[in-house]
């Protein structure tokens, strides 16, 4: 071999050593050491997903944000309540029109927003676009995926009750500024409490026959009609005062009505609406975690 062929071999080969291979157990470690990363923070990778997504409809986020409440404030409350000209008795207090409806409108705008993001985005994630399997084949586990739906949602949901209660202390439906700030984690709260359960029915089901329009008929607009949204719930008949006991949005406005202007309340009350709506946001949890992982596997 001549002198210029042996140069341009490399050192190795010209030695006769060979580069040794990494096993089986090495491969393992830097694998998993990989994987750390994205299995701690993964849902927040997936909150991140979701909330990009929505640059899609961005523009439907920001007008339903800003354009929904005043349309309400306007012709529900300032309208209506011109037109009955006369205050509400709620609790043995006397409160205007607007200020009684103010605080169950924007618990409604959470709500609302729930049924969109926990609806036909989760059944797309499992069967149009499949994104979740995608996920689910990374180092990221079925609880985190479903983690990161919540939380991307939640900050949708974060949006709109900022701007609605800015906005309806703007309309001097506020009182008592000092509490009434509550209102937004209040609001976040009613989202989640009907939003989480309805993302476990979202991931249950496999083929779409307009459950979710079934949803928003029979169960969303009931509840917004018959939970003391525009009047006091004991005004109802008793056989219909029952919808509000088990709604999400009756106990949340309660709540809401209770920081913003003062509702007299019993402290033994507050708590059952507080423990009502946790129940149903982390019993929701539950299960939607285990839908998850039946669908995606571990």
Do not use: C, N
């Amino acid at each position: 071999m001549s002198e210029r062929s042996e140069e341009s071999m490399p050192h190795a080969a010209v030695s006769g050593a060979t580069l040794p291979h990494p096993t089986t157990e090495e491969l393992r470690a830097e694998a998993m050491e990989w994987g750390r990363k994205p299995r701690s923070l993964g849902t927040w990778y997936v909150t991140e997903h979701m909330v990009r997504a929505m640059r899609a409809y961005g523009w439907t986020i920001v007008v339903g944000a800003l354009g929904q409440p005043i349309l309400y404030l306007l012709g529900l409350a300032v309208g209506l309540a011109a037109l009955l000209d006369a205050p509400i008795q709620d609790g043995g207090q006397t409160v205007p029109y607007l200020v009684f409806v103010a605080p169950a409108l924007l618990m409604t705008a959470a709500i609302s927003v729930a049924t969109e993001e926990f609806s036909f985005p989760v059944m797309a994630g499992f069967k149009w676009r499949r994104f979740f399997y995608g996920f689910s084949a990374s180092p990221l586990s079925p609880g985190q995926i479903a983690g990161g739906v919540v939380m991307g949602a939640a900050a949708r949901m974060f949006v709109v009750v900022v701007a609605y209660y800015a906005l309806i202390w703007i309309f001097g439906a506020v009182p008592h500024p000092e509490t009434g700030w509550l209102t937004i984690p209040i609001g976040l709260l009613a989202g989640l409490s009907f939003g989480i359960p309805y993302m476990a029915y979202a991931a249950s089901i496999t083929e779409d026959k307009g459950q979710f329009a079934l949803v928003q008929r029979f169960i969303f607009m009931p509840m917004f009609l018959f939970s003391g949204t525009f009047y006091p719930l004991d005004t109802l008949p008793l056989w219909l005062q029952w919808i509000g006991w088990v709604s999400p949005l009756w106990h949340a406005s309660e709540l809401g009505r209770i920081v913003t202007y003062g509702k007299p309340f019993e402290p033994f009350g507050v708590l059952v609406h507080i423990v009502f709506l946790l129940v149903l946001a982390v019993g929701g949890y539950i299960v939607a975690r285990r839908l998850f992982q039946r669908r995606l596997g571990e």
